[in-house]
């Protein structure tokens, strides 16, 4: 059998690394006088679902706008597959559709209807005349009609988005996301206000597109426990740093960040979190 040479360019196409998104002792600033996130080092592996959780205001919104250059940060260093996240920086724009994002308020148009919400995700394939007049192909049309039905709104197409439910809307946004056909999702607080059942609905569709497209879900979370029964880590984010990193390996909570604590410690803090 022929041997297959590394410096022979046809036999490889793109060299794939696990790690998909790190963060090297990365500072950032709003305001040039006190830090939102300090210090703070993170590594992701391609394909899984890493969730961040704390209280108001610790910095949670504030890393994922780092991860999709909506910010950049004051010191140390961020790669997200390969590259430096800057919406300023030709090389990041053109991958950026590569990078799902859902924010907390949704980013939903209220008069435009689910069909026209997921279309939107869509359009980094288009050209310039049919952007400029929101003239879609029929298989991209066929493609948003396909997610609208995977994520349970089949039927609901023409739906003003206003006439939506909140987890109704929440579909949308991730099939919006998912028309963009990415390899990270992104998502603030996407069950925040939600019920129990509702919220576990909207992690089931996620973990259920994340399996289907070998996505990377990154996604903030108010809920410990929610974030530990999807999660394979959780980074507990306090006052800009981030204090822990856990994940549930069995029936044990495992300490991933410091490996001194206790599964009785971690629990502790788990529960003093979660009552903030």
Do not use: C
């Not at 410096?7 to 060299?15: A, G, K, L, P, T």
């Not at 610790?58 to 004051?74: H, I, Q, R």
């Not at 822990?244 to 029936?251: A, C, F, P, Q, T």
Request: proline share 2%; glycine share 6%.
């Amino acid at each position: 059998m022929e041997k297959k040479s590394l410096n022979d360019s046809q036999n490889f196409s793109f060299i794939l690394t696990k790690k998909i998104i790190q963060m090297n002792d990365v500072w950032t600033s709003y305001d040039s006088k006190s830090y939102a996130l300090e210090g703070v080092n993170l590594s992701i592996d391609r394909g899984t679902n890493y969730a961040i959780v704390g209280q108001s205001g610790s910095g949670k919104s504030t890393l994922l706008k780092l991860l999709n250059g909506m910010m950049v940060s004051s010191k140390g260093t961020i790669k997200v597959d390969y590259l430096t996240p800057n919406t300023n920086d030709k090389k990041f724009k053109k991958m950026m559709h590569t990078i799902g994002y859902i924010p907390q308020n949704l980013g939903l148009i209220k008069n435009s209807t689910v069909l026209q919400n997921v279309l939107i995700g869509a359009l980094p394939r288009l050209n310039k005349i049919q952007s400029l007049f929101n003239k879609f192909p029929e298989d991209e049309i066929n493609e948003a009609k396909k997610i609208i039905s995977q994520v349970g709104l089949k039927g609901k197409e023409n739906r003003k988005a206003y006439m939506l439910s909140g987890g109704e809307k929440r579909r949308v946004a991730i099939a919006r996301a998912l028309m963009q056909k990415p390899h990270i999702l992104l998502a603030d607080e996407i069950v925040s206000e939600l019920d129990h059942v509702t919220s576990r609905e909207i992690m089931d569709l996620v973990a259920d597109a994340q399996k289907r497209m070998n996505l990377t879900a990154v996604m903030v979370h108010h809920d410990m426990q929610l974030a530990l029964e999807y999660a394979n880590r959780v980074a507990v984010i306090k006052e800009g740093n981030k204090i822990l990193e856990i994940g549930v390996e069995g029936d044990t909570i495992v300490d991933f960040q410091t490996g001194d604590m206790t599964t009785d410690e971690i629990m502790e803090m788990y529960s003093s979190e979660s009552k903030k």
